[in-house]
């Protein structure tokens, strides 16, 4: 089954493509990693699906629905959310409102101004449940914008999934980060994505090669392959792109 | 007819070419550092009192030259010890502490220089008609004032586009963080922009004062149409300012000198109201009468329907 | 037990709303109260947009204009009898005034916050207030409209000729406002208005229109502001221009700001503040402004998180217990801090006044005497040089009274 399917997807900044006709089907529950050397465009990619960009043309299916060009609160409340590189989070509030707040939507409180949140024992027990996961629950009250830059990265990722969005969507969720922290990372991203849909774009081989089901290579605006791990390794167009940068582990 | 519109495009130029030394400082303070001096319109109104001051003991020529250094040498200096520091602490509050500024320097001109009207003249030089036509006088001081500004438009022009100064404040504009990299100090920079800024300020309040009158309100009467200036003309685009400055000159000019109103267009229409309608205010309107609010209008509509001004690029 | 801590506070800021006037019960008194109690309302709503949402308006006065306008207009309507209520409900008719200017305005101006927003309002601001003056049959021109709270069904026989009266009727209205206001922010509108705030960005990619949100805290706040201007003129039984114009927008700014925008009782601390300021300084001096505008600019560059911020910095060593050790620090600069003020504000004032002797805290000074300007001028020099000197030590108190806490955090 098809959760995410882009057809002809372009995007051009002035005259510049960035995309130059992205086609890709993600399959439900699959762990799917683009990779791809620097500017190839994957943060745009994410960027055109999330609805942070426009589209210059093609048409971007998510489930049923079709969701070019939808404002990014609309595609985030179909069940579809997402991590960002840069750290962003809600830097002024602390740990447990930061998850709370991605929580909200989901919980169907929409724009409420009738109720009052410390009652809402079920949303508090989750946000709870969520900062367990990702190991803040010891830093529930702690101002987020000065956790240090690991556990920033673990919110970032709590704020990513506490919606419980069927796809779910990483951004270099392990870039700048020490091994240990990496690896405990990627500890926590199987864990929290268990039964969902993951697509995640890295630069770290290994952790794509140890995660991903499948993987898609994405050069210059374009996808060469998307194939099993075991195949792309193997893919002659792969290697050419990345100039022997394949690990051979 | 045609003599009213003549003199009505000539006070507009008048006043648009001023209201640009203003918004010209402004739009450069506000591309190189990405707060809105609130406080511009005091530095102008400081401009005319120390120029008041200057010219009480060593006559208008001195105030012209010293009082916009002055001004300008004090704009610097808060810009050191006061907006910098409070750069750290983002947007809102630099915007706030130019607009607490703005409050204090009006305070401080009422100690120093008292509440009342300052009898500050036009220089004897100056005084008598450049040209009369249809039998009314056009004064040298204001023909003085259209060539100062213009004057100043080809200085910055010119300044800006082709010398090495320039050429860095326009990269320092665009992209600040390369600047500081090639090694060019840019805090200093900031402060000698601020400082130019406030100058020109100043210098325009200098020769604004004895025509439009120094007292302790002038920075008010001014302050917020300048900022409507620089945002219809897209927030640092000195072009921009050129042209909205002249626009907004032109059109408070017209609107003022004009006749016309809703009568008029009721009449036109062949509707009319008793005069006791609750709505009698609005049928009875005039332009001259609507004429201060235009400029705020003009604000509003532009901001709605397109963000970025008339020839802006960035919303921020 | 948190709830009953809670249930504490609101019960003694009734409490201390009822019995102020038990306390300071002259008529000036009375009058500042009154003062106070509408400057609280408003900045409370300012702090809705600014604090909360952050939105920096320019032209917050226009919603506690209209919604003034609007209750004397009711006033002058229960006077002839065309409509018939208690004066007690005026406030009301002043929010839902003010939530009516902001549905219309806020429906356009949401859209962006920052510089966008900033000249929105101002440039709103300005219109209405220039427009007020042209319309003249409902704004009344310069001289303002007004009416009397007198006439109207009495509330239990009370007929509100007194300001006393009035005080009641402000105290119910302030505390509900105030309780309304604080609940707003613990609902999930209120907390995705601090989300906005922070990052309008990420709002949008959990689910969240960051205009939407916006939209309804500025909403909200007309509402609160026009219950303000109701307040207002039901103690005043007045209104002009001035009440919508640029300087009480920017006077609720400064409120909200000296007293801290990041707390919801900050901008409470900077309505009493700048009320007494207002009402008492300005007896004693016609230079209090310039006071106020070197004060604001100070707490912007020292305390960018106003009075409210600066108490709340020693919550640390306040947990700690380590806040014994300010207290000599603190008054080793405090001490000098004053006197320099104080000479200061003699110098000022002594070149301002006309008068050749000069009565400053019980002293008489011969303003014509040069001996008595060095002598400021020495001693404030002095002080402000002890009070540099000072600053050192007391940053080092500073450090060591809250070292401590971040051992415990690693």
């Known amino acids: 089954m098809t959760i995410l399917s882009l057809k002809n997807v372009q995007k051009n900044f002035g005259e510049t493509q960035i995309i130059r006709g992205v086609s890709l089907d993600i399959i439900e529950g699959e762990k799917h990693a683009i990779i791809g050397p620097n500017g190839a465009g994957k943060s745009t990619l994410f960027h055109l699906i999330s609805g942070r960009y426009q589209l210059t043309s093609g048409n971007i299916r998510f489930k049923q629905d079709q969701i070019e060009n939808l404002p990014p609160y609309e595609i985030a409340r179909m069940g579809l959310a997402r991590s960002f590189q840069v750290t962003n989070i809600f830097p002024r509030m602390n740990v447990f409102e930061n998850v709370r707040c991605a929580l909200l939507w989901s919980k169907g409180y929409r724009y409420s101004f009738w109720h009052l949140l410390g009652r809402q024992r079920e949303l508090n027990d989750e946000a709870m449940h969520v900062l367990e996961q990702i190991g803040l629950k010891d830093k529930a009250l702690f101002p987020s914008g000065e956790l240090g830059y690991a556990q920033q990265r673990a919110l970032e990722l709590g704020i990513a999934i506490a919606s419980g969005a069927q796809l779910i969507m990483l951004d270099e969720p392990v870039a700048g980060m020490s091994h240990s922290e990496a690896e405990s990372s990627v500890q926590l991203i199987r864990k929290i994505t268990e039964g969902k849909t993951l697509i995640m774009v890295e630069h770290d081989m290994n952790i794509v090669f140890d995660v991903a089901d499948r993987i898609s290579v994405l050069v210059y605006g374009e996808i060469i392959a998307t194939d099993k791990p075991e195949n792309i390794r193997a893919n002659p167009k792969v290697q050419e792109a990345y100039l022997g940068e394949v690990p051979s582990a | 007819m045609l003599e009213v519109f003549i003199f009505a495009t000539l006070n507009g130029l008048v006043t648009g070419l001023l209201l640009f030394m203003l918004a010209s400082g402004l739009t450069l303070i506000f591309s190189m550092m990405g707060v809105l001096n609130f406080a511009h319109a005091s530095f102008y109104m400081l401009g005319a009192y120390v120029a008041y001051s200057i010219s009480l003991y060593f006559g208008f020529w001195t105030g012209l030259i010293v009082a916009p250094l002055i001004v300008g040498l004090l704009g610097a200096l808060i810009e050191r010890y006061g907006l910098r520091r409070v750069h750290q602490s983002g947007h809102v509050a630099e915007l706030v502490f130019t607009f607490g500024l703005a409050f204090l320097i009006e305070e401080a001109v009422q100690f120093f220089w008292g509440r009342d009207t300052k009898n500050y003249q036009t220089p004897d030089l100056l005084d008598f008609p450049l040209f009369t036509l249809f039998g009314q006088e056009f004064s040298a001081y204001r023909g003085f004032m259209m060539t100062i500004s213009i004057g100043i438009f080809i200085a910055l022009y010119y300044v800006l586009t082709k010398s090495r100064v320039g050429i860095i404040i326009q990269a320092a504009i665009t992209h600040p963080q390369t600047v500081a990299n090639l090694g060019h100090n840019v805090p200093l920079i900031f402060m000698g922009v601020f400082g130019v800024g406030t100058a020109l300020a100043g210098l325009a309040g200098v020769i604004a004062g004895p025509v439009l009158t120094t007292f302790p309100g002038m920075a008010t009467v001014l302050g917020s149409i300048v900022f409507v200036i620089v945002v219809i003309g897209g927030l640092g685009s000195l072009a921009g300012a050129f042209i909205a400055s002249l626009m907004i000159g032109l059109l408070q000019s017209y609107a003022i000198a004009s006749d016309v109103g809703m009568p008029d267009l009721l009449n036109l229409l062949g509707i009319s109201f008793a005069r006791d309608h609750p709505l009698n205010d609005l049928w009875t309107i005039n332009l001259p009468q609507i004429a201060p609010v235009l400029p705020f209008l003009l604000l509003v509509l532009v901001l709605i329907f397109r963000p970025t001004g008339l020839l802006g690029k960035r919303e921020e | ?410």
């Open chain 3, 1 to 410: 037990m948190a709830m009953l801590k809670k249930s504490a506070i609101w019960i003694a800021f009734a409490v201390t709303l009822v019995g102020m006037p038990q306390i300071f019960d002259s008529i000036l008194a009375i009058s500042i109260l009154n003062q106070m109690a509408i400057a609280i309302v408003f900045a409370l709503s300012y702090n809705m947009l600014l604090g909360q949402g952050g939105m920096l308006s320019f032209g917050h006065a226009v919603y506690f204009g209209l919604g003034g306008f609007l209750s004397v207009h009711a006033l002058i309507l229960i006077e002839f009898e065309t409509m018939v209520f208690s004066i007690l409900w005026i406030p009301l008719i002043g929010g839902l005034f003010g939530l009516l200017a902001g549905l219309f305005i806020g429906s356009f101006s949401t859209r962006k916050a920052g510089t966008v927003f900033a000249m929105i309002s101002l440039g709103i601001g300005e219109l209405i207030a220039a427009s007020s003056l042209i319309f003249s049959s409902f704004f009344g021109g310069e001289a303002g409209i007004s009416g009397d709270r007198t006439f109207g069904p009495t509330f239990f026989g009370v007929d509100f000729t007194q300001n006393i009266d009035i005080y009641y009727v402000a105290t119910f209205w302030v505390f509900l406002a105030t309780l309304f206001m604080y609940l707003f922010t613990q609902t999930p509108a209120g907390r995705m208005a601090n989300a906005v705030r922070d990052n309008p960005e990420r709002a949008e990619f959990i689910g969240y229109s960051a205009r939407k949100v916006r939209f309804i805290s500025f909403c909200a706040s007309g509402l609160f502001a026009g219950v303000a201007g109701g307040l207002f003129a039901l103690n005043y039984e007045f209104i002009t221009e001035e009440n919508l114009n640029a300087a009480t927008s920017g006077r609720v700014l400064l409120m909200a700001y000296i007293g801290g925008l990041g707390y919801f009782i900050g901008p409470i601390i900077g309505a009493v503040i700048l009320t007494l300021m207002n009402s008492l300084l300005s007896n004693y001096s016609e230079l209090w402004m310039l006071y106020l505008g070197i004060m604001f600019l100070l707490t912007v560059m020292f305390l960018p998180r106003g009075f409210a911020g600066f108490i709340m910095m020693h919550q640390v060593a306040w947990v700690r217990g380590t806040l014994t050790l300010l207290i000599k620090p603190y008054i080793i600069t405090g001490v000098p801090a004053i006197l320099f003020s104080l000479t200061a504000i003699l110098l000022i004032e002594m070149s301002h006044t006309e008068d050749e002797i000069f009565h400053f805290l019980g002293m008489a000074l011969n303003t014509s005497s040069s001996v008595t300007w060095v002598v400021a001028l020495i001693l404030s020099g002095g002080t402000f040089f002890a009070t540099r000197k000072s600053l050192g030590q007391l940053n080092e108190a500073w450090e060591s009274a809250n070292a401590i806490s971040k051992d415990e955090q690693t």
